[in-house]
């Protein structure tokens, strides 16, 4: 059992490309979602339709103006201007103020700005309007004080043009690790133990003493080892270079992240009772699995925002569940009791996907 | 029902896949130390056969004794007796001579020592000491072919099966392997072996020839060729597959 496990170090630590995908891809990716997807936007231009120019307004304009996200470039003088505006390419967001704000604000109690984005870049208009909202609630909050029995109401609306409804947060962190423990532990292992098959050395270990499953863990224990490290640099990585909180106990994200990658070597066990060779082992991850994680699971495009049959479909990515976990320790502090669902979903995923592979490989020794 | 003499064997073994009959009814005996060529054309069971001698399938029916122990019961004791090289060589490409020897003898549960010892006779019966820390894929084919069979001999099991264990190799590494086939041979452990090149089978003490999942003719080649009339094995082989093939036709026409 040792010398298995020792054997399968060689294989890895003596492939140049194995080597590559392990060590470099980690590092290459945390790198580069981390620097080249930046949420942080400072002095994005913005133009003003103030259709009151009275006191309340040109407050709320200074306003944002002084915060660091906001430079103001234009001041529109009529709706049209609005869509010209924005064509033109510079301008990322207008705030429409309706007419008689002030008036409005004293009488109704009720006044509403428009905020309107360029949502043709998606995650900076969602962001910049978010700025926007906060600054204006601020802002409200400062009037409720000072005019107290009374509360007056601002009422953001934030729409977002080309692009309704936008949602969704970047988390890259959790969610490269996910995609980083399902390419190590499921394409990995199914490659790995397709190469075995396919070299005819399988045949080898199947006639030796050895009981299939202590091929199988052999073969799984050193990406299990691989996996944690690599999950734990990136962690580091995402807290020391990008300040990315991990806010949750320690001890339990250990715990789930070993869960998903047991769960995604299932997966990779599973491949390869299907796969006769590496190529194919190496296709079906990729389609069945890079991309689907990739896609489906969150990291990238919300789940909320998918047709009905999308978000069905991802229901049953592994990786939708752990990169909700992951998200959740990280960044809420949630303890178990807020995600045993999923847990129990990850759980009920590597039951499955081990039965399915002991079925495979019973029916080949049949 | 054993024999001491039998160190394989087989009476009235039936392998069925649903329908379809794999290994129809085959008895046959193997003698210990003996060379044992089993042949038949691809498809003919001889593959199947193997794998329940090893131990990986359970027959439908049948009883089976390899090395003295049940196919049905004992068969990690059988495991632990037998050698087995496939016609792939299966030795990782990317590890040295020596790690190879010691990954095998570890899988066998040899000791270190053990381990060690063995692969210094083992190496230097083919004379490849100095090759110890070269990595295999660098060696040429018929090293590699070499060393797979010593390999699969490292734990002295009482056989090694050997699938096809020269297919895609020049005639000068065959001759030179079958020597060392022959020299094991001579120091007791049994060689149950399949080919497809007929000139091999002269080499067998016995063999047996598979067709359509039954044994058509099982004895020494010298028997084999004189019950047929003809000069080589090849000449045989093509006789009991020609025969086959006119009782097909029969079927056909009646």
């Not at chain 1, 000072?146 to 692009?163: D, G, K, R, S, V």
């Not at chain 2, 002295?156 to 895609?168: K, N, Q, R, W, Y």
Request: glycine share 6%.
């Amino acid at each position: 059992m040792r010398g298995f496990i020792i054997k399968e170090f060689y294989h890895i630590f003596r492939d140049v490309r194995t080597m590559i995908i392990l060590f470099g891809m980690p590092v290459v990716q945390v790198l580069l979602f981390g620097f080249a997807l930046t949420n942080e936007i400072k002095d994005a231009n913005i133009a003003v339709l103030d259709h009151s120019k009275d006191i309340v307004t040109t407050e709320i304009i200074s306003k944002i103006v002084a915060s660091d996200y906001f430079k103001l470039t234009e001041n529109l003088e009529n709706e049209a201007q609005i869509e010209a505006e924005f064509r033109k390419g510079k301008i990322k967001q207008v705030i429409v103020f309706e007419d008689n704000f002030a008036q409005k604000l004293e009488k109704d109690r009720n006044a509403s700005i428009h905020i309107i984005g360029d949502a043709s870049d998606p995650n900076t208009a969602s962001i910049l309007a978010n700025y926007t909202a906060a600054i204006i609630k601020d802002y409200q909050a400062g009037i409720l004080i000072t005019q107290a029995p009374f509360p007056m109401m601002i009422t953001p609306e934030p729409a977002m043009l080309f692009n309704q409804e936008l949602k969704g947060v970047f988390m890259f962190v959790p969610g490269i690790i996910t995609i980083l423990l399902m390419l190590v532990c499921a394409m990995m292992t199914s490659i790995s133990i397709a190469r075995e098959k396919e070299l005819g050395t399988m045949e080898v270990l199947l006639v030796s003493p050895l009981k299939p499953v202590q091929i199988i863990v052999g073969k799984v224990t050193p990406y299990i080892v691989l996996s944690v490290i690599n999950a734990f640099s990136i962690l580091l990585l995402g807290y020391f270079v990008f300040g990315v909180p991990i806010r949750g106990n320690i001890g339990l994200l250990l715990f789930e992240t070993i869960l998903f990658i047991v769960m995604a070597l299932s997966m990779g066990i599973l491949i390869s009772t299907i796969a006769r060779n590496q190529q194919i082992a190496l296709m079906i991850s990729l389609a069945g699995l890079m991309l689907p994680t990739i896609l489906l699971s969150g990291f990238i495009f919300p789940v909320e925002n998918m047709p009905i049959v999308l978000q069905w479909l991802s229901n049953i990515m592994p990786s939708k569940w752990f990169i909700i976990i992951i998200r959740s320790i990280m960044l809420k502090g949630s303890e178990i009791n807020y995600i045993w669902k999923e847990t129990l979903i990850l759980l009920l995923m590597i039951s499955i996907f081990i039965g399915l592979s002991i079925r495979n490989f019973k029916v080949r020794l049949e | 029902m054993t024999n001491d003499q039998h160190i394989i064997s087989v009476e009235n073994l039936v392998k069925k896949f649903g329908s379809f009959v794999a290994n129809d009814n085959l008895t046959f005996f193997v003698k210990k130390g003996e060379i044992f060529g089993f042949l038949g054309a691809n498809g003919a069971g001889k593959t199947t056969a193997i794998k329940i001698l090893c131990g990986l399938w359970k027959p439908t029916s049948g009883s089976i004794n390899v090395a003295g122990f049940d196919v049905y019961k004992q068969t990690e004791k059988i495991k632990k007796n037998i050698g087995y090289m496939s016609q792939k060589f299966s030795l990782y490409d990317d590890m040295t001579v020596a790690e190879n020897f010691t990954f095998y003898g570890g899988i066998y549960g040899l000791k270190t020592i053990k381990i060690k010892e063995r692969m210094h006779v083992l190496l230097k019966k083919l004379g490849l000491e100095e090759y110890k820390d070269r990595v295999i894929g660098s060696l040429p084919l018929g090293w590699k072919q070499k060393l797979a069979f010593s390999i699969a001999t490292i734990h002295e099991p009482a056989i090694v099966f050997l699938d096809e264990p020269t297919s895609g190799v020049d005639p000068v590494t065959r001759r030179q392997f079958w020597d060392m086939i022959y020299e094991a041979a001579h120091e007791g452990t049994t060689v149950f072996l399949t080919t497809h090149y007929m000139d091999e089978a002269e080499y067998c003490e016995r063999v047996s020839i598979m067709v359509d999942g039954h044994i058509e003719a099982l004895d020494t080649p010298a028997a084999l060729k004189e019950q047929f009339g003809v000069g080589t094995m090849e000449e045989v082989f093509l006789k009991i597959a020609r025969k086959e093939v006119v009782i097909q036709d029969n079927n056909v026409t009646v």
